[in-house]
């Protein structure tokens, strides 16, 4: 917002007036400058609120600060990351699957959301809708008697 030292030019593209590095409002326009200034900051502040957050284990407070984020900044791949992080931690790896593809979008070369999206994939697959079963590791093969007879596996 600064061109000169000691002055604030005002961010309002019809405006552009030079004011004092001190002014409260544009000479020019009256556009709140201070205000301006402060909600410009508004998105980092967010941020750092969500980085606190998760870092003191409220994942759901730190998810709504980067949502926020998300929401005032949609190109930030950084907060969308973070959140598809917390998605993630909070067990919902649709949101956190559909926040790193955003940032792919973007960013196609993005290592954390490559990482993120490959974390998903390499999970335990879903129920198969015909049989609702999910298959997390091999059955026990049939046992076999002493009298040669296939007895089924113990089940629990």
Do not use: I, Y
């Amino acid at each position: 917002m600064t061109h000169e030292p000691g002055r604030l030019v005002c961010p309002l593209p019809r405006c552009r007036a030079v004011n004092s590095a001190t002014a409260e409002t544009c000479r020019a326009c009256a556009t709140p400058l201070r205000a301006w200034a402060r909600l410009r900051a508004h998105p980092a502040n967010l941020f750092n609120a969500g980085l606190q957050a998760a870092r003191s284990g409220r994942t759901a407070t730190a998810r709504d600060h980067f949502a926020a984020v998300v929401h005032w900044c949609p190109g930030d791949a950084e907060a969308r990351s973070a959140l598809a992080l917390t998605c993630l931690l909070l067990d919902d790896p649709e949101e956190a699957r559909h926040h790193w593809g955003q940032v792919l979008t973007r960013r196609p070369n993005d290592a954390t959301a490559v990482k993120g999206l490959a974390h998903l994939d390499s999970r335990t697959p879903e129920p198969t809708p015909a049989t609702g079963v999910t298959v997390t590791e091999s059955p026990e093969p049939p046992q076999t008697s002493e009298s040669g007879q296939t007895e089924p596996a113990a089940t629990e």
